[in-house]
């Protein structure tokens, strides 16, 4: 069993219908070393929702500690080490597979087996249109490619459980509709999802987005009062320690846009957090 699946063993009951699908997506771009990343900001995805739960902490440790060995195993990848070369690659890839999609729906009849991997594709769309909630607020255009996605992924689900055998591509999305604005057709296919983009690239919007302010951290577990018996300092919670990072990264990525104000209110939450626990 690999470490994929054994985490995916363990996702927590709330969230195993929700997150089972992000688990596949994962799972199926840990296969070539060259999209590692893909895998990577999905299992960031699955943690950051698993937190929300506010329980869990082994669970969200043992994602953790994942993250942590993909990004030691693999120091030179730009699209880990870079947050918003990260969101440029899973933008790009998105935008890649709605065209292959869109392609797929033009055509008049398909076999049980095209609808299949038609559908496993809008579930992929649905999926990495979720992860990129990991940068900070997701794109309009981006939002509704995933509304679209999954809505077909289940109409075509329906389909094949009622035994059709073809459809025709008339029933889906328009190829206007699942492709993000200012995108053309032929851009759709310019980089490999696999490899960084090019500074020079073009995505459905030039500017990136970052949070001003993160979501209010939830209460801390039980062990947040506990005592560091070593150093006599409280010992920082996990999930403390987690959305410190995050907003550590999110500051790192806006100075990379030189983006300063942003960069000085993440680090000001960041402070607010650790306050507490440097006794």
Known sequence: MSALDTLASQIPQELRVKLMQHFGIA????????????????LMFIANEALKLQKEKQFVSNVLDYLEATKRNNPNDEIIKSFSTGQATIEELITVLVGETNEAENEEIKSPDQLRLLMRKHYTVGGLTDVLSVFGPVKEDFLTLGKIAKTRAVAIFRDLKAGGGSASGGGGASSSAMRPRNQSGANAHAMPPSKPPAA??????????????????????????????NTGNKSVPFDVISQAQKLCRYANSALEHEDVATAIKNCEQVLQLLRPYNN
């Open 27 to 42: 799972k199926e771009y840990e296969k070539n070393p060259e999209t590692i990343s893909i895998t990577y900001y999905c």
């Open 200 to 229: 020079s690239a073009q995505y459905p919007s030039a500017s990136a987005q970052y949070p001003a302010q993160m979501p209010q951290m939830p209460p801390s577990y039980g062990a947040a009062s506990a005592y560091n018996e």
